[in-house]
């Protein structure tokens, strides 16, 4: 990658608006309570428990904050463009060509009376000029690009009868079809099991790399995170509490990141005591 970041962050806050709150109150602690970041890395991981800001803050990267939200910072910028102050036509040309967003669950993001590839097809509509031969060339293209099966067959399938996996890999062909430059993806394989969250990561780490594209990984599994990421930010209460190369996750000397990273049921630790954080020492809370 270049020496300029794909994507800069700077003091980024996420209120309840004031719209939202009684006026006889006084303001509301920040949601995302000022944040910065630069991903200069090809694949970064956003980590911490529920709670912690991390599927809003991505949503402010798109400008998709629900309604009695808002944002502010002293810098968005997506290689090197502002996207603080765009209005709904300009969202609209970026959001799926420049960034785009793979959700959750696939049962509950793709169309369920619409077959796939005209799914996958509606984002080239909206953002390319193309022949509708073309259309259907690209659409075959990324299906096979993220390994989906016999993706002929598969243009007139509906959502219905694919597998959680097949799914997914939609999701992430519709994402993927305009090459943008950013793709977030907010715990893109919660819905899966352990066998196919290990394909899905891959296949996106793999993609990343391959088409220069960043990666946005959001999790609160840091051992995920370690194995597909390169750099992670660790998110507590709306602040950014620590930062480090994955493969340092299993070393980071902070009391949170320590603890995520311990309290991972598994056989090792059948029958015992899981680590519990101590959340009354706040002089760890913020990241100096």
């Known amino acids: 990658m270049s020496d300029n970041p794909l994507l800069s962050v700077e003091r980024l806050t996420i ?15 920040p949601i995302v309570d000022g944040i910065s970041f630069e ?3 090809r694949r970064l991981g956003l980590v911490g428990e529920s709670g912690s800001g991390k ?6 990267l798109l400008g998709l904050l629900r309604p009695g939200l808002a944002a502010s910072a002293d810098r968005i910028a997506l290689a090197g463009r502002d996207l603080r102050d765009l209005n709904a036509r300009e969202w ?7 960034i785009a967003l793979v959700l959750q ?18 984002s080239l509509v909206l953002h390319r000029r193309l022949s509708r031969a073309e259309r259907r060339e690209r659409t075959l293209d990324i299906m096979k690009a993220v390994g989906l099966p016999d993706p002929v067959r598969l243009l007139g399938a509906y959502p219905r009868e694919l ?16 090459g943008p430059k950013l793709l977030i993806a907010d715990e893109p394989t919660s819905a899966l099991d352990a066998r196919l969250r290990d394909h899905v990561l891959e296949l996106m780490s793999t993609l990343a790399e391959e088409r220069r594209m960043g990666l946005l990984l959001i999790s609160h599994d840091l051992q995920q995170v370690s194995r597909y990421c390169e750099h992670v930010l660790v998110m507590y209460r709306g602040a950014i509490v620590d930062a480090c190369d994955a493969s340092a996750l299993a070393t980071s000397t ?11 049921p598994g056989a090792r630790t059948h029958g015992s005591m899981l680590p519990v954080l101590d959340r009354s020492d706040r002089s760890w809370s913020v990241r100096s």
Do not use: F
């Open 39 to 41: 991903m200069r890395v």
């Open 15 to 29: 209120r309840a608006s004031d719209a939202s709150r009684p006026s006889d109150t006084s303001p509301a602690r």
């Open 92 to 98: 609209a040309a970026i959001r799926g060509a420049e």
């Open 55 to 60: 599927s809003l803050t991505a949503r402010a």
């Open 254 to 264: 902070h009391p949170y990141t320590r603890t995520l990273w311990a309290c991972r």
């Open 163 to 178: 597998s959680g996996g097949m799914g997914q890999r939609v999701m992430l062909a519709i994402a993927l079809v305009n």
């Open 105 to 122: 669950d696939p049962r509950h993001a793709l169309n369920p009376v619409q077959p796939v590839g005209k799914q996958i097809e509606e």
